[in-house]
């Protein structure tokens, strides 16, 4: 890790500038997270009335080979296949009743 009081005052505002980058990018992260949490729970609650299977694998694989296409780096296949696993597992567990 950088020592930051051993960096030029240019330097610093370079560093600055990124991390606020970083962290605006991060909140937009937690947002939309937390617009597919209360989509998927919108889901969950109309196919629970409807006496409906809540987990459709051939979705779930057709959202990833769909994602897998979208996907222009520099996240690396595996690594979208890794967090995309994440996301699923996450939403599974913080929609369910």
Not at 6 to 14: C, E, K, R
Not at 31 to 37: E, P, V
Not at 75 to 91: D, K, N, P, R, W
Request: hydrophobic share 35%.
């Amino acid at each position: 890790m950088m020592d930051d009081d051993l960096v030029s005052p240019t330097d610093a505002a370079i560093i600055r500038q990124i991390r606020d980058q970083i962290i605006d990018n991060d909140v937009r992260l937690v947002q939309a997270i937390n617009q597919r949490l209360t989509l998927v729970a919108r889901l969950r609650a109309y196919k629970h009335e409807r006496n409906m299977e809540f987990v459709d694998p051939s979705r779930e694989q057709w959202m990833h080979r769909y994602l897998q296409g979208a996907n222009r780096g520099p996240l690396s296949s595996g690594g979208l296949t890794e967090i995309y696993g994440h996301v699923l597992e996450l939403t599974k567990s913080e929609t369910e009743e």
